[in-house]
């Protein structure tokens, strides 16, 4: 079974720039999650996607970040306009009612903006 | 969602068996503890999950004492490839609830 792909692996933009990044969960998870680590801090909670419904937004830390899951398959984290602050490691993460315990993370999107 | 505390970092020898603890005091009583494995540049991955008692698999051990105020994730005979930060989680896995990540436990594995 394939894994969690997230692309691109690394992605280094100016500020006010945009960027999109994507998320192929396992084939069938209805439970899509985003994660992100800036630099010297710990792993933080975004957004939680069950199917194509966002289950709970409440880590997203600004309307500049938009996240989509259209036809709850993969999903879009865009960042438009990008800031400094905004650098570092976005996971991503799925899981399935009645599946194999814990989430499975993909090896995340690097993401740093100059 | 419970706070859990665990050493920053803990260094060992190749054969030997590592003992990682996790304080999770104001774990609720539907709470499962759960343990993810991350390598740089890697996303953590799921090691194991438990509830009391003790669970095994083919890659550790957990053990919970009766009161799960605590856990106790071991590693038997490890090598220099378990070199990773470990994370303890505590949370109702039947909500699919977010992950709250702490600072984790970074094990250096030396020769």
């Known amino acids: 079974e394939a894994g969690v792909t997230q692309f691109p692996s690394h992605s280094v933009i100016e500020k006010g720039q945009t960027v999109t990044l994507r998320c192929d969960p396992i084939?069938?998870?209805?439970?899509l999650y985003w994660y992100r680590r800036v630099m010297g801090k710990e792993i933080k909670f975004l957004l939680h996607?069950?199917?194509?419904?966002?289950?709970?937004e409440s880590g997203m830390p600004n309307n500049r970040f938009l996240a989509e899951r259209t036809g709850g398959t993969y999903s879009t984290l865009k960042v438009q306009p990008a800031e400094l602050e905004d650098s570092g490691v976005y996971f991503c993460?799925?899981?399935?009612?009645?599946?194999?315990?814990?989430?499975?993370f993909g090896s995340g999107t690097r993401l740093t903006v100059v | 969602l419970a706070k859990t505390t665990q050493p920053i970092s803990m260094d060992s020898y190749e054969g030997q068996e590592v003992n990682i603890t996790c304080s999770h005091n104001?774990?609720?009583?539907?709470?499962?503890i759960t343990w993810y494995q991350q390598f740089p540049s890697q996303g953590p991955r799921f090691i194991i999950q438990?509830?009391?008692t003790k669970v095994t698999n083919e890659v550790a051990s957990l053990f919970i004492p009766a009161d799960r105020k605590s856990s106790t994730l071991s590693l038997p005979r490890v090598s220099l490839s378990d070199t990773a930060v470990y994370y303890c989680?505590?949370?109702?896995?039947?909500?699919?609830?977010?992950?709250?990540f702490g600072t984790g436990t970074r094990l250096l594995v030396s020769p």
């Open positions: 993460a799925s899981s399935q009612l009645g599946g194999a315990p814990g989430y499975t």
């Open positions: 084939s069938g998870h209805d439970n």
């Open positions: 996607f069950v199917k194509e419904s966002k289950q709970d």
């Open positions: 104001n774990i609720a009583t539907n709470d499962y």
């Open positions: 438990g509830y009391k």
């Open positions: 989680l505590v949370g109702d896995p039947r909500g699919f609830q977010k992950l709250v």
